[in-house]
């Protein structure tokens, strides 16, 4: 049985990594870390969790945690990973996005280098059962020879971008992104929040990858809806085009035609998601116990497509076509601010 443990517990994404212990029979949510003391008492209230820390370093020595999720803003996500790595804690999933922008993005780059600590990336619509059904007929070939792809989220990229990027990256697994083109628009999302998610209102590009395959990639409210209800947070979705056929996930529904035949239905995002973060979560103890068997939501695969981001934004600034892996231009999301405000 693992001990696991969170860190940051105010905001509504830790209710969800806590939920998911139902459906998480290797593992115990033992802990829990944050630094209002209000928040992690309720929080360990409603969870049933006694042992809970305003200070998440005095969590790792005295719990020693076999795996941490961290639910905290983008820019502490560096110092949390390096104080787990001075514990010796084995384990860590990390909420997305990963960085801000390129200065975090090569600090957390150079961590990785040397690290012993396994990090995965929470998007855990990975491990979707119908993503993951999708995702293995494309594998197994059923939709033919892989042309093209593409995914949509009507969030901006901070907030959903990571998971649509992430989404094209399970359906070609082992292709690796070559250049990039992208455009953007819109400041609001670029302001300064507390949660440190900052990103261009729009954004649009064409992203190829070495295995000859070219994606589309759209975040904002100019994206598709996928349902009537307007609540921006619903419309994620991703379509794979092959020379037999094509698969499409959303948010609420999938179809999947092959030679002309059509399968199709409806699920429900919420019970899939439980069942997502629950499979994420036991894939990582998986790799606690085998190094070969790397999580698929890797550190390594996280930034690879965090350059993509980057790039997206060079390529925006400078009206040029990027070239990937990208070296990132310093003061990216100053530079959008005072071109798009």
Known sequence: MYKCAIVGVSG???????????????????????????????????????????????????????????????????????AAEAAGIPAMIVEKPLACQGEDYVAIREFA????????????????PRRQMLQRAVREGRIGEVRFIEAS???????????????????????????????????????????????????VAKIAYDSGVHAVLQCGPDAPMMTDDPVTHKHK??????SRGHVLWSMWSWEMLIDGVLEA????????????QAGMTEAMFDWIEDDAAVHPLNLELA???????????????????????????????ARLRGRLG
């Not at 994404?13 to 290797?26: C, D, M, V």
């Not at 998007?123 to 979707?128: K, M, N, R, T």
């Not at 083109?181 to 729009?202: I, S, W």
């Not at 979705?237 to 092959?242: D, K, L, P, S, T």
């Open 303 to 333: 930034l690879q497509d965090f350059g993509i981001i980057l790039g997206m934004y060079m390529s925006a600034l400078e009206h040029r076509v990027v070239a990937l892996p990208v070296e990132p231009a310093p003061d990216l999301i």
């Open 113 to 128: 280098k040397c690290a012993r600590l396994k990090v995965a990336i929470n998007h855990q619509l990975q491990f979707h």
């Open 12 to 82: 509504g994404r830790a209710h969800g990594h806590a939920e998911a212990y139902e459906h998480i029979p290797r593992g115990r949510l033992v802990a829990i870390s944050t630094r209002n003391r209000e928040n992690l008492d309720a929080f360990g209230e409603w969870f049933g969790v006694t042992a809970r820390y305003t200070d998440y370093c005095e969590m790792f020595d005295r719990v020693k945690p076999d795996l941490v999720h961290v639910n905290t803003p983008p820019t502490v996500r560096l110092e949390v990973m390096e």
């Open 265 to 276: 239905g409806v699920h429900d995002y919420p019970d899939e998601d439980i069942l997502g």
């Open 153 to 203: 989220a009507r969030m901006n990229l901070a907030y959903q971008g990571t998971h649509s990027l992430q989404a094209i990256g399970a359906f070609i697994p082992g292709a690796v992104p070559v250049s990039v083109f992208g455009q953007v628009a819109g400041v609001e999302g670029l302001r300064e929040t507390l949660k440190h998610h900052y990103a261009p209102d729009q954004s």
């Open 237 to 242: 979705r991703i379509a794979v085009y092959g």
